[in-house]
């Protein structure tokens, strides 16, 4: 593998579902939940984002940042539903996989762009959250297919079909 483009496509490990969190209603805490449904054209079934943005159906992090950010905060832990997100992940480099799909159980997601914080994280993290989280926001994503999504489904990279 002498070209760098192919390094692009390889990953020591899949990923694993940490954390599922959803906000049914604006402005309400984050709901934990074990599993969503997510749809082509509507992402999260049940969060109020429901039928927005096609290019930020679903909001991911990895669970690697939350110490960091903990850390950046000041605090010992760091609850994942104060950060906002849909999805927590370990093991695996979101960043890395933009412009790619995932599959997540029987989901497939593109990952889209990098999500950015909010100033709503001053308040949830206290004064320099938002700097915290510069750089440790996580990802959006997209819904390529329609599927459910579970605490503990892999994330698989590249995408296996049965062509593969």
């Not at 950010?69 to 960043?95: F, H, M, W, Y």
């Amino acid at each position: 593998m002498d070209n760098i483009k192919d390094l692009f496509n390889v990953f020591p490990r899949p990923g694993r579902v940490e954390w599922i969190g959803i906000r049914p209603e604006r402005r309400e805490p984050v709901v934990v939940v074990n599993e969503i449904t997510v749809s082509e054209k509507k992402g999260i079934l049940g969060d109020h984002y429901s039928g927005r943005s096609g290019n930020r159906h679903v909001t991911l992090i990895q669970a690697e940042h939350l110490p960091v950010v903990a850390a950046l905060t000041g605090q010992d832990t760091l609850d994942p539903a104060l950060v906002r997100r849909n999805i927590v992940v370990s093991g695996l480099n979101l960043l890395a996989l933009k412009d790619h799909q995932v599959q997540i159980g029987d989901a497939i997601l593109e990952i889209t762009g990098q999500c950015h914080p909010c100033s709503k994280m001053e308040t949830a993290l206290g004064a320099g959250g938002y700097n915290a989280m510069r750089g440790h926001g996580g990802m959006t994503a997209k819904v390529v297919r329609d599927g459910v999504i579970r605490v503990g489904d892999t994330v698989s990279f590249p995408i296996q079909t049965k062509e593969n």
